[in-house]
């Protein structure tokens, strides 16, 4: 018994603290006239959501007149190992490539006027495709797959789709078709209630992603300024998530979600089913408890009609 650990809810301990003892030092202080001596590094690492041996927090939640359960974690979602998380009501993909839209104004020439405009060979090519619900399992994200994130922090790749509402813009010959950047998604844990710190180091992250999709955008590659600035930028997002676990129980899981996507058009395709297409993927980062080592992510995605023979 004497050898187990906890960690006490941050919230909840620092206003049951406030209520008694103006600060961590005032209540160390007094501590010691209570017999329950507890030093004021150990009040300010649990009141951080510090893992403490379970006789230290006893201490802790008997000096304020609480018991270790009032003040401990809640243990209903966050003890939970893994997670069901259920995004299909959003459209992250689109059916319908760039090079489609270039495919079909290939079969023209500039002189020509296609008949249909490239929102109706989209909206045609939808008609005939298959939206589904899908799943994908996220699993701990390691640092370098947190690092590796930043080149899709912001993805140059598109799909295009007939749904306005869904779209991150309008693009096509004429700025008509609704298009879904392939950006990395990013998820967070329901019953997670972030405090300032846990949003301000969240904030850090999301810039450093940024910064490092903007180095490899803009800087030239393998210069000194290149790997310099990579370097710097790693060292930060590696430091931020470190905190994020030991100091606040949290952790990243990573997975990638992925969908078809028609690549080409023709009269062939339409009358055979003989459609042409890739696998398009986005990354993923959901934020949730230490305990959680596998989450299970249904998504809408695309399939297309397999010729039929």
């Known amino acids: 018994m004497a050898n187990k650990t906890i960690s006490l809810d941050p919230e909840k301990s620092k206003r049951a603290r406030t209520a008694l003892y103006a600060n961590p030092n005032a209540m ?7 017999n329950y001596k507890i030093s004021e590094r150990t009040i300010r690492s649990i009141e951080d959501g510090r893992t403490v041996k379970l006789s230290t927090a006893e201490n802790y939640s008997t000096i304020l007149g609480y018991s270790v359960e009032e003040l401990a974690k809640k243990t209903s979602v966050e003890d939970e190992r893994s997670l069901e998380i259920d995004i299909s009501s959003t459209e992250i ?33 939808e008609r005939e495709m298959k939206a589904h619900v899908a799943i994908s399992n996220l699993k701990p994200a390691s640092l370098e797959q947190i690092i590796a994130c930043a080149i899709d922090y912001k993805s140059p790749s598109k799909s295009f789709l ?21 950006n990395l ?14 949003v301000s180091k969240l904030e850090q ?21 290149f790997v310099i600035e990579q370097l710097k930028t790693s060292s930060k997002i590696r430091q931020l998530v470190t905190s994020l676990y030991n100091k606040n129980q949290l952790r990243f899981m990573y997975g990638e979600l992925s969908s078809e996507c028609v690549n080409t058009f023709t009269k062939k395709t339409l009358i055979e089913g003989n459609f042409e297409y890739n696998e398009i993927k986005r ?11 596998s989450v299970q992510v249904k998504y809408s995605a695309w399939s297309i009609p397999k010729a039929a023979y």
Request: glycine share 6%.
């Open 93 to 125: 993909f689109g059916s319908c490539s760039e090079s489609l839209l270039e495919t079909w104004r290939s079969h023209y020439s500039h002189n020509e006027e296609p008949p249909w405009s490239d929102l109706d060979i989209v909206r045609g090519t």
């Open 28 to 34: 160390a202080q007094d501590s010691a006239v209570k």
């Open 283 to 293: 990354k993923v980062l959901l934020l949730c408890n230490n305990s959680v080592d």
């Open 162 to 182: 007939q749904n306005k509402s869904a779209s991150h813009g309008l693009g096509g010959r004429h700025n008509e078709v609704p298009y879904i950047s392939h």
């Open 185 to 198: 998604i990013w998820l967070l844990q329901s019953s997670i209630q972030p405090d300032d710190t846990v």
């Open 205 to 225: 992250i999301q810039k450093g992603l940024h910064e490092a999709n903007s180095i490899v955008s803009e800087r030239i590659a393998h210069s000194a300024e």
